[in-house]
C-alpha cells in the first residue's frame, strides 16, 4: 500500500511531495484513510519494505527495511510507546502514546531509524486548523503536532493506494453453519472475505426439502445469513454450497458440491463460554430473540431494522416467555473484553418491545423488575441470583436528573439510576441495581440518529454513573454487541381432537372454546355459551383458526378446520359474532383440513371468505364472489351489519373453481332461535345451511378458536404480478411485482410463456421488485401469457406467490417518432418510454406504454432525461412541446410517469433545461431556449392541493399551478405529471387525472388558457379531445456533474486475460459498499451480467475485447473500473512429429 502528499503554498511556489509504500498492514481497505471514530482504525505498529520518493530537503528516500505508523483519532502524548531509539519524550515525534480520549488526531509515517517524519497530518477532528507537513518539522515537535499551518496551503492533497496481489489461489473455506431457534434461518460462516454476490440463495443447497428464499452478507463480508423455508426440528440437515466466491483478483469458487452439516439451534458462543447454558447455568432455557451490532453513531431510527437477528420478524415466533435477559459485550481499546448478563422477570409480553426502545416500538419503562440474576467481569458489579431491587429506564426521549420515581438511594442532582422522562429525543436504555446504587449497563443519546452513543457497563468512574453525555461508543471501544433473550414458557397443549386430527395446529394458540346451544342469543350474550377464553395479553397474531365438531345420534364425529390470515387484530371480534362484529371479506392463504366427504381440503387456497355477522341478510351477492347466486343463500350473501339484533351468520366459504362450497357454518343464533349448523354444502335447500335450524339434531356442537402469534411487523401478504413489458429487442420480458422479491425467484422454471416461447435466463432488477426473464425471440404485436408460480417475496416469511398467477401482455412494435426528428438535441438520447394515452386510464398497476425500456436498463448512469408531449386534437391542429433537464434521480424507473406501482413521488426543482416547441407554441404560449437556469417538477399519482408548499417563486397558495402541495396521506387518487418553468410562470406541460383507475386524463401545453382557477390544467379533462396524444420519454447517457450519494471504492479491479477458444473466463471485481453492478463488453452492458464477476462460459472468438463494470454506490453514485482485455487464441492445427 502507498500514500501520496503534495502540498503547495502559492501557485508559483513549487509542489512539495513524497510517496511512501510499505507491505501491507491490513487487508482492509477501509482502514487505509483519515483515521475516523467511525472506521475504528488504531494502528501503532511497525511496517515493513518502505520505498520513499519526495523532494523535500533532508528525507531519506530509496528503498526502507523498516518504518513505523501513528495512525488514531484520539490525543496522544510525547511518551515513547514503542521504545524507540533516539525518541524524545518530551516532544512530540516519531514514538508517541495514542490517550484514548478526546479527539486530537494523528496519521503519522516515520522512518525511525532516520529519525524522521515522512509525512504528518493531525488535529482534524476538531473543525480547527490541521497540522500538515512532510520531512521533520524545523522547529519545536518534529511531527508537526501544535503547528496549525493547514492555512499555509493552496494545496494540500492524500491519495491512499493499493497494489493488487494476484497470487491468491485459495477458495473460501465454509467454517460452520448455525440454525437459529426460529429454524427459519442459517448462518454459514467462511474463512476469508467474500464477494458480494456470493449471497445468493441459488448456491446453497439443503436437504430434506428445505427450501432457502434469500441470502444476506453481513457486514463482516465473511458472513451469510440464508432466510429458508421451515427446518425439521428433528432432522439434522447438510448444507451443500457451490460457486461462492472470495473477494480476492482470482474470485477463487469454493469447490462445487462442498457439504457440512447444519449445526442445532443454539445461544451465541460468547453467552455459552462466559455464563453457560447448562442446567443451572443462568442461560439455562433462554432463547436469543434480537442481536444488535452496536454503532458508534445511532441509527436506529432510520434503519428498517438495525439488528443483525432479529426474531419478532420471523414465524413462528416465541408465543410466551416469563425471563428477559440482556448480554452486553465490549471489547475495549486494548483488548480487553467486558462483559454483563443480566435477566429478571418477564416486565411485559411484547417481544417487539424488549430491545432499543425507540418510538416506532412504543416501549417506554420506567420501573422495578425483580428476581434480578446478574454475572459480569467487570470490576464492582454485585453478581448474584433472585435479587430485589433492579429498575429500568428505557425510553426515547430526553431526561433529567430528577428522581421522578422517587428510586431508593437516587440523586436529584447526578444522572443515574433514578431520573425524570422530559420531552425530547436523546435516548436511554439503562438497567440499573438500585439496591447497589449501580447502573448494570447503560446506552444513551440514540434518540435521534447520528449522535455518538454513551455507552457502559457498571457505573462510570467519572461524572454521571448512568454513562449520560458520555458520547464514548467509538473512543472507548472497538467491539459493541448486545443479545436480548427471552426464558420461552411451555405452550398450552392443543384440545386432544385437534392435536390428533390436524398437525398443522402445531404452534396454534388455544383462544376460545365454545359449547354450541340448540338455541342461541348470541348478539347480546355470546360469553355466556364460552367454555374457555384466553385473551388477556394475547401476543399480536397473523393467523386465525377454527375447529367445528359435530356429532349426531351414532354417527362418527365430523370435523373441520379452516385456518387463514389474520382479518382483524381484535381478538374479541374473532369469536361468535355478537354486537358490533361484521366481516364480509375474502381472506388469503386458506387451509382446510376435515373428514367430511366432499370438503376440498389443501393449503394457502386463495379463494376463501367469510361472513360474520348478527344480523339479517339477503341472496345478493354483494361483494362479487366469483360463482355466487344472487337467489341463493351460498357463499356470496349480503345486505347484513354488524349493529342489529337478526338471523346471524358465522360461514366460512371457498368460493373457488371445483370447490364453490361452504366450509362450515352457524346461523340463526339470536333471540333465542334454533340454530342451524353445518359441516360443507347443505345437501338440499340453501348450501349455506341459513334455513336448517337443525342443532337439536346432533348430540355435541363444539366450535373452537385459534390464533398464530406472529410479530406485529409480520408481512403477511403474497406478492402480486402487476404488469408485464416486453423489450423492443423482443428478446427480454419485465415482470414487475408490487414488493421487493426473494433472490430466489429469479428462476427461469418459475415462468412459463405462451405460445411456443423459451425462458432462457431470469435475474432481478436493482429495485428488487421486476423479474427480467431472457427468453427465445417474441415476434412483434404478438399478444403472449405468462405463468408464475415458485416467486416468493423479500419479507422474512417469504410469502409465496398465489396459484394460478398469469397475465397477458403484447410485444411490441415500431413506434412512431413524431416530430422527435424536428428537435436538435434528440440525437443525444435514447428512449426510455413511449406511452399513447387513452381517452380512459387505469394506471395504478403502471401506464400502458408501447414502449418502457426503464425495465431493461442497464444500470448505466445518465446525466440528463428529456420529456416531448405530442397532440393533434380533432380538428387537425397539431402542437408538441420538448423539455430536456439535468437529471434528477439515478433512476430510469422514477422518471416516466409517477404511477403508484413505480413509488414515485417528486416534486422539486431541476436545472438547466432545454425548451423546443412547435410554431404555434414556441414563445407564444412556452418560452423556448436553452441553457434556462431552473424549473421544477410536480410528479405523483395522489391528489394534491393549491397550497404553495415548496415556497415556488410566484406560484400562487389558492390556485393549481406550479406550486401545489402534495397530499401524503393518500397514495393514489388525481395525479400529477407536470413540468414548469417558475421563472416565466408557466407550465410547459402537463398530464393530470390519471392516479386511479378509470379516470378521464386532462393534458397541456403551456399554462390552460383563461384558466382563473388552475393554470396547470388540474382539472381538465380533455383526452377525448384528441386524436393523438404521445408522451415520449429520453434519458441521455453520461454521468452527473453534481452526483449525490455514497461513491462506491473498488478494491480488486478486474485483470486482463488470455485463453484459447472453447476455454473459460472469470473477470472479478471487489467493492464494499457497492449497490449494484453492471459489466460491459466493448462499452456495451451484458444483459443480466449484474454480478461482481462476470464468467464467460465456453468463449468463441467474439469475446474478445474490453471488459469493465460499472460499480453503483448510493443515490446517482457510480464509477467505471478499469478496463481489461480478453484475448481468444484460434486453435491450431495438432500435428504428431516423430
Known amino acids: ?88 519524550s518530551s516532544k512530540y515525534d ?7 480520549s478526546a479527539n486530537y488526531s494523528c496519521m503519522q509515517v516515520h522512518n525511525y531509524n532516520a529519525r524522521q517524519t515522512l509525512f504528518a497530518i493531525n488535529h482534524w477532528s476538531s473543525g480547527d486548523v490541521i497540522d500538515i507537513g512532510i520531512g521533520n518539522r524545523p522547529t519545536d515537535h518534529p511531527d508537526w503536532t501544535f503547528s496549525g499551518n493547514g492555512g499555509d496551503f493552496t494545496v494540500k492533497t492524500l491519495y491512499v493506494l493499493v497494489r493488487r496481489d494476484a497470487s491468491d489461489t485459495t477458495p473460501p473455506v465454509p467454517l460452520s453453519a448455525q440454525a437459529d431457534f426460529s429454524r427459519r434461518l442459517v448462518t454459514v460462516s467462511f474463512s476469508e472475505l467474500l464477494a458480494p454476490s456470493s449471497a445468493d440463495p441459488r448456491l446453497f443447497t439443503l436437504d430434506h426439502g428445505v427450501a432457502i428464499f434469500d441470502a444476506t452478507l453481513e457486514a463482516d463480508f465473511r458472513t451469510i445469513r440464508l432466510l429458508t423455508s421451515q427446518q425439521p426440528a428433528d432432522v439434522a440437515l447438510t448444507l451443500t454450497i457451490t460457486g461462492v466466491r472470495d473477494a480476492s483478483p482470482n474470485a477463487n469458487a469454493v469447490a462445487p458440491g462442498t457439504a457440512l452439516p447444519v449445526a442445532a439451534p443454539a445461544l451465541p458462543p460468547e453467552i455459552i463460554t462466559n455464563i453457560g447454558t447448562n442446567a443451572g447455568d443462568f442461560a439455562s432455557g433462554y432463547e436469543c430473540v434480537y442481536t444488535l451490532d452496536i454503532p458508534v453513531v445511532g441509527n436506529f431510527n432510520a434503519a428498517a431494522d438495525p439488528y443483525r437477528v432479529n426474531r419478532t420478524r420471523t414465524t413462528p415466533v416465541i408465543d410466551t416467555f416469563d425471563r428477559i435477559a440482556y448480554y452486553l459485550e465490549l471489547t475495549k481499546k486494548d483488548g480487553t473484553v467486558q462483559y454483563l448478563w443480566a435477566s429478571m422477570d418477564a416486565f411485559t409480553t411484547d417481544r417487539t418491545k424488549i430491545a432499543v426502545p425507540t418510538l416506532a416500538s412504543g416501549a417506554i419503562f420506567q420501573q422495578p423488575v425483580s428476581n434480578l440474576d446478574v454475572k459480569s467481569n467487570v470490576d464492582g458489579i454485585v453478581n448474584g441470583s433472585g435479587m430485589a431491587g433492579g429498575n429500568l429506564e428505557f425510553w426515547p426521549h ?156 351414532t354417527a362418527p364425529t365430523q370435523w373441520i378446520w379452516t385456518a387463514m390470515d389474520a382479518f382483524t387484530d381484535d381478538p374479541s371480534k374473532i369469536g361468535l359474532p355478537g354486537t358490533n362484529c361484521f366481516f364480509q371479506t375474502r381472506v388469503t392463504r386458506l387451509d382446510v383440513r376435515s373428514n367430511v366427504g366432499g370438503i376440498v381440503t389443501g393449503t394457502d387456497i386463495d379463494t376463501g371468505n367469510i361472513e360474520f355477522w348478527p344480523s339479517n341478510y339477503g341472496k345478493g351477492n354483494s361483494i362479487g364472489i366469483p360463482s355466487a347466486s344472487n337467489s341463493t343463500y351460498d ?125 432462457l435466463d431470469a435475474w432481478l432488477s436493482p429495485n428488487k421488485r421486476d423479474v427480467i426473464l431472457r427468453t427465445s425471440p417474441l415476434t412483434a404485436g404478438q399478444l403472449y401469457s405468462v405463468s408464475v408460480t415458485g416467486v416468493r417475496d423479500r419479507s422474512f416469511n417469504a410469502n409465496p406467490v398465489a396459484p394460478g398467477t398469469a397475465l397477458s401482455f403484447r410485444a411490441p412494435v415500431p413506434y412512431p417518432i413524431g416530430p422527435l426528428a424536428d428537435i436538435p438535441e434528440y440525437g443525444d438520447y435514447e428512449l426510455v418510454s413511449y406511452l399513447p394515452v387513452s381517452n380512459t386510464v387505469s394506471y395504478v398497476n403502471g401506464a400502458n406504454y408501447l414502449v418502457d425500456e426503464s425495465r431493461f436498463q442497464q444500470i448505466q448512469p445518465f446525466d440528463r432525461v428529456a420529456y416531448c408531449m405530442n397532440l393533434v386534437d380533432t380538428n387537425g391542429v397539431h402542437k408538441w412541446v420538448w423539455v430536456s433537464m439535468d437529471a434528477y434521480t439515478n433512476d430510469l424507473s422514477m422518471i416516466g410517469v409517477p404511477t403508484a406501482d413505480r413509488g414515485a413521488r417528486l416534486q422539486q426543482y431541476v436545472s438547466n433545461l432545454t425548451v423546443y416547441a412547435s410554431a404555434n407554441v414556441a414563445d407564444i404560449s412556452v418560452s423556448t431556449g436553452t441553457g434556462i437556469l431552473a424549473g421544477n417538477i410536480e410528479f405523483w399519482p395522489n391528489n394534491y392541493g393549491a397550497g404553495n408548499a415548496l415556497n415556488i417563486p410566484g406560484a400562487s397558495g389558492s390556485r393549481y399551478d406550479w406550486g401545489d402541495t402534495i397530499d401524503a396521506i393518500t397514495t393514489v387518487g388525481h395525479g400529477s405529471m407536470q413540468v414548469h418553468n417558475f421563472a416565466q410562470g408557466q407550465t410547459i406541460f402537463s398530464m393530470v387525472s390519471f392516479g386511479s383507475n378509470n379516470r378521464t386524463p386532462g393534458l397541456g401545453i403551456g399554462n390552460k388558457p383563461n384558466a382563473s382557477n388552475d393554470p396547470d390544467w388540474t382539472f381538465t379533462y380533455n383526452a377525448r379531445e384528441f386524436t393523438t396524444k404521445d408522451i415520449y420519454i429520453l434519458a441521455r447517457r453520461g454521468v452527473p456533474a453534481t452526483p449525490t450519494g455514497t461513491r462506491p471504492g473498488i478494491w480488486n479491479q478486474p485483470r486482463s486475460l488470455k485463453i484459447r477458444i472453447g476455454e473459460d473466463a472469470l473477470f472479478s471485481v471487489f467493492s464494499p459498499n457497492a449497490t449494484g453492478f453492471q459489466w460491459r463488453h466493448n462499452g456495451t452492458a451484458i444483459p443480466g451480467a449484474t454480478a461482481s464477476w462476470l464468467q464467460l462460459n465456453n468463449v468463441k472468438k467474439s469475446a474478445d475485447g474490453s471488459y469493465d463494470v460499472v460499480v453503483y454506490g448510493t443515490g446517482s453514485q457510480a464509477i467505471l473500473s478499469q478496463s481489461a482485455t480478453l484475448t481468444v487464441i484460434h486453435g491450431g492445427t495438432v500435428m504428431w512429429l516423430k
Not at 503547495?8 to 512539495?16: K, V, W
Not at 523532494?55 to 513505523?68: A, F, L, M, P, Y
Not at 516519531?94 to 484514548?100: G, I, K, N, Q, R
Open 94 to 100: 516519531f514514538d508517541d502514546t495514542c490517550s484514548f
Open 398 to 553: 430526553n431526561y433529567s436528573a430528577t428522581n421522578a420515581a422517587a428510586v431508593p438511594g437516587a440523586s436529584d442532582t447526578t444522572y443515574d439510576f433514578g431520573d425524570r422522562r422530559d420531552p425530547g429525543g436523546h435516548g436511554s436504555m439503562q438497567l440499573h441495581n438500585s439496591a447497589a446504587a449501580q447502573t448494570l449497563f447503560a446506552m444513551n443519546n440514540w434518540g435521534v440518529d447520528g449522535n455518538t452513543l454513551a455507552l457502559g457497563i457498571g457505573n462510570r468512574p467519572t461524572s454521571h454513573p448512568d454513562w449520560t453525555f458520555a458520547s464514548n461508543a467509538g473512543s472507548d471501544y472497538t467491539r459493541r454487541t448486545m443479545h436480548v433473550l427471552v426464558r420461552p414458557t411451555a405452550a398450552p397443549p392443543l384440545p386432544q381432537p385437534v392435536a390428533e386430527n390436524v398437525p398443522d395446529a402445531q404452534g396454534y394458540r388455544h383462544v376460545y372454546t365454545f359449547d354450541l346451544p340448540v338455541c342461541g342469543s348470541f348478539f347480546t350474550s355470546a360469553s355466556t355459551y364460552t367454555v374457555f377464553a384466553d385473551t388477556n395479553n394475547l401476543p399480536p397474531y397473523s393467523r386465525v383458526a377454527y375447529y367445528l365438531e359435530l356429532q349426531a345420534g
Open 1 to 88: 500500500m502507498a500514500y501520496y502528499l503534495e502540498l503547495q503554498r502559492q501557485p508559483e511556489d513549487d509542489l512539495q511531495y513524497v510517496w511512501v509504500s510499505m507491505d501491507a498492514f491490513t487487508n482492509r481497505a477501509d482502514k487505509l484513510g483519515i483515521p475516523n471514530l467511525a472506521s475504528g482504525v488504531v494502528y501503532q505498529q511497525f511496517v515493513s519494505n518502505l520505498h520513499v520518493v519526495c523532494n523535500v530537503d533532508g528525507v531519506v528516500t530509496g528503498d526502507i527495511s523498516s518504518g513505523n505508523i501513528e495512525f488514531w483519532p484520539y490525543n496522544y502524548t510525547s511518551g515513547n510507546k514503542l521504545g524507540l531509539p533516539g525518541a524524545n
Open 635 to 759: 357463499f356470496g350473501d349480503g345486505s347484513a351489519n354488524g349493529s342489529q339484533n337478526g338471523h346471524g351468520s358465522m360461514q366460512v366459504h371457498n368460493h373457488g373453481a371445483g370447490a364453490a362450497q361452504t366450509l362450515f357454518a352457524l346461523s340463526n343464533f339470536n333471540n333465542n332461535n334454533l340454530l342451524s349448523i353445518g359441516i360443507g354444502n347443505r345437501p338440499t335447500g340453501d348450501p349455506d345451511w341459513t334455513f336448517a335450524y337443525n342443532a337439536e339434531s346432533y348430540n355435541h356442537r363444539r366450535l373452537y378458536v385459534f390464533v398464530l402469534c406472529a410479530g406485529s411487523t409480520a408481512d403477511l401478504t403474497r406478492p402480486t404480478l402487476l404488469n408485464a413489458t416486453a423489450s423492443l429487442t423482443l428478446d427480454q420480458i419485465a415482470l414487475g411485482f408490487n414488493e421487493p422479491l426473494a433472490d430466489s425467484s429469479a428462476t427461469p422454471t418459475f415462468f412459463t410463456v405462451s405460445p411456443d416461447v423459451t425462458v
